[in-house]
């Protein structure tokens, strides 16, 4: 049970411009918010399910005035044939497909899927033996060979999307997006530099073209003229040679002489290195692709244009819009983060949105772990009470103490205090956010204050207690007579095998958390060699190392393992390791730490785990580890003894990364 978030007074709207209604294929858009598609990884065996459809609901109950699903299967061959794709290349799905297009469209939003195929594009490990490619030329990042396909393959293809098309608009559904871009096969079809076909669909530019003019027509002859296409194309795929900002123009231009379709939306990169331009992150500039969104729009005058580019917060959106740089913006991770986000910004509620944090923790969670879509700022995804949610009040008012002011802590104290509790928090900090804190102070952090901002201002809201830079133990505990507690003490590094633990205990070699701490303030440069010791693998070392890289004459990070940032999503681990390549950040893989004599004289040794060879590293003035950690639960056995009920979550339970921090967190609020 759940209630809408207190809305108090309405006021003027925050978004004059983003509110107001558009049309498109002779359909009614309220409003000029576009729910980029993004997979959510929620169907079954290829089925549509129900959770798949809250999900989509719940954004249009949010306000959203389109919304482009999650790729179908469109076309009955292997790529289209994915269980996590929804299928629409035949009737097993029409009651699905039709109670998905009335949940979203009786909300006043019109409902778009996507199609999408990756032709030889992969970014999983290994190779797919029933990838197909306009050529036979190797994906950039994966090295599969696709097969090539055959012009009668081409022919049947095409066919089938316009016919899955038509079975759509019979569900419902308002109309179809090409995904032409992020290096799939029709983008593979366009580039000369993934297509060296000589026969039709190869050669000069309209030749290239003709796979997606093909597509186009097949769908607004199945269609009419009443369903809306839109087209995702390439903007700068990053890939030399291939389509840059200039080809991204010639191409749109090209492509908008037929004016058959009605949007169009430009993608960066591509599977390759530059995947990381596909889901911009917090270590870049906000709004990444403005400038370049606004040169391609130019050469498309009179097309409607969805801009799209880790766009987060309304006013940057309003300004888009009202500025006349687009017609309309898409949001992907900051739906995801907050379905509400669009009836908030309208009600002059954007200090209550949950903002997306650009952390690519929702991409991690569908591409690498293939399970249903998650948000570190949102455990309530594909709930039904999702939007704008506030907790119901619980049945019997109860005590409850909090121990730890960090993520999880917070999550918990807030939603058992919406929901009537009495709750009372203890920090041993004298601010919130714990660990989490620190992390904002570091390269790319920013945004991660995002997550505790909005927390503590739930809990203040509903009448939380706070007793801040107070050591809780268990007398101060039990003094509050608690019905529950919730533990949420975080945890500690331990101290490396190579380490001796006086060299510890006297801070000569600290943890990375404490060592930042210190270093954090300082502005100088600092002469020497900063070294690392990373059993971690965890963003939050790699930031410190860019931090430290711009103290420090040298930077090196040693490590057991025989790559870094094991721990990160594909995305983020390509942007830290450009980075350290950008700032002569070294690695020393496959090696422990030996200190030996030399170490007085700052000099240690990094010994190959198979074969013993010794990498010396000189000058070295700073040595710190990052490893994994213990927890810190020591209060949960004596409250247990004196009758308490207890709930442990975050690093106190076992440490992980934000998304279980927010996750537990905010079961325990309702469970208390």
Not at 152 to 168: C, P, T
């Amino acid at each position: 049970m759940s209630q809408t978030s207190p809305a108090g007074p309405l006021v003027r709207s925050d978004v004059p411009a983003l509110s107001q209604p558009f049309e498109l294929a002779g359909k009614r858009l309220k409003n000029r918010i576009v729910h980029a598609s993004m997979s959510t990884m929620m169907a079954r065996d290829s089925m549509v399910t129900d959770m798949q459809i809250r999900y989509y609901e719940t954004r249009a109950k949010g306000g959203a005035g389109m919304i482009v699903t999650e790729p179908h299967g469109l076309a009955d061959e292997h790529f289209q044939r994915t269980a996590h794709k929804t299928r629409a290349f035949n009737d097993d799905n029409l009651d699905g497909l039709k109670r998905w297009a009335e949940a979203v469209e009786s909300h006043d939003c019109r409902i778009l899927a996507q199609l999408h195929h990756p032709g030889r594009a992969r970014h999983h490990s290994g190779r797919h033996p029933h990838s197909v490619a306009p050529s036979a030329l190797p994906c950039d990042l994966s090295w599969t060979m696709g097969r090539v396909l055959s012009v009668d393959e081409i022919r049947r293809f095409v066919d089938g999307v316009g016919k899955s098309a038509a079975r759509l608009k019979r569900c419902g559904w308002s109309g179809l997006e090409l995904s032409c871009g992020h290096g799939h096969l029709i983008h593979q079809f366009m580039s000369p530099w993934s297509n060296i076909r000589t026969d039709e669909y190869g050669g000069d530019w309209d030749r290239r073209l003709r796979f997606v003019r093909e597509l186009v027509a097949s769908v607004r002859s199945q269609c009419g003229l009443d369903f809306i296409i839109g087209l995702k194309l390439p903007g700068d795929d990053g890939i030399p040679g291939s389509i840059g900002p200039d080809e991204a123009a010639l191409v749109a231009a090209l492509l908008a002489r037929d004016r058959e379709f009605d949007y169009v939306c430009f993608a960066m990169g591509s599977h390759a290195r530059s995947l990381e331009m596909h889901l911009p992150d917090r270590f870049g500039p906000r709004l990444p692709f403005r400038e370049l969104t606004a040169r391609l729009r130019a050469a498309i005058p009179g097309v409607p244009l969805i801009a799209l580019g880790r766009i987060t917060d309304p006013a940057e959106a309003e300004a888009i819009v009202a500025g006349g740089e687009a017609e309309f913006v898409g949001l992907g991770r900051p739906l995801v983060a907050d379905p509400a986000w669009m009836i908030k910004a309208e009600r002059g509620r954007t200090h209550d949105i949950r903002y997306c944090v650009s952390c690519n923790t929702c991409w991690d969670t569908i591409i690498t772990d293939h399970k249903p879509i998650a948000c570190v700022n949102n455990p309530r995804i594909g709930q039904a009470d999702e939007a704008d949610f506030w907790p119901a009040p619980a049945q019997a008012k109860r005590r409850v103490v909090v121990v730890g002011a960090g993520i999880a802590g917070l999550e918990a104290a807030w939603v058992a205090a919406a929901r009537g509790h009495e709750v009372t928090v203890f920090g041993r900090s004298s601010e919130v956010g714990g660990k989490a804190r620190l992390r904002t102070l570091l390269p790319g952090g920013e945004t991660v204050s995002s997550i505790y901002d909005y927390q503590m201002a739930a809990a203040l809201r509903a009448g939380a207690r706070f007793e801040l830079g107070v050591e809780a133990d268990l007398d101060s505990v039990l003094s509050l007579r608690p019905d529950a507690v919730v533990l949420a003490c975080g945890s500690t590094m331990v101290r490396p095998h190579w380490l001796a633990a006086s060299l510890a205990e006297d801070g000569v070699v600290p943890d990375l958390r404490e060592a930042m701490a210190i270093l954090l303030p300082l502005r100088s440069r600092q002469r020497g060699t900063a070294v690392i010791y990373d059993m971690d693998h965890t963003e939050g070392t790699y930031a410190s190392a860019e931090h430290l890289s711009a103290l420090f004459d040298r930077v090196v990070l040693v490590t057991p393992r025989n790559s870094i940032a094991d721990l990160t999503s594909l995305v983020l681990r390509q942007g830290i390791e450009r980075r350290f390549a950008e700032r002569f950040i070294e690695t020393v893989m496959l090696s422990e730490i030996r200190l030996g004599e030399g170490f007085e004289a700052g000099r240690i040794e990094c010994v190959n785990v198979y074969n013993g060879r010794v990498t010396l590293v000189d000058d070295v003035v700073f040595l710190a580890y990052s490893t994994p950690r213990a927890v810190d639960n020591s209060l949960a056995e004596p409250l247990r003894r004196a009758g308490v009920a207890v709930h442990l979550v975050g690093d106190c339970l076992s440490p992980r990364e934000y998304l279980a921090a927010t996750a537990e967190g905010h079961a325990a609020g309702n469970a208390v």
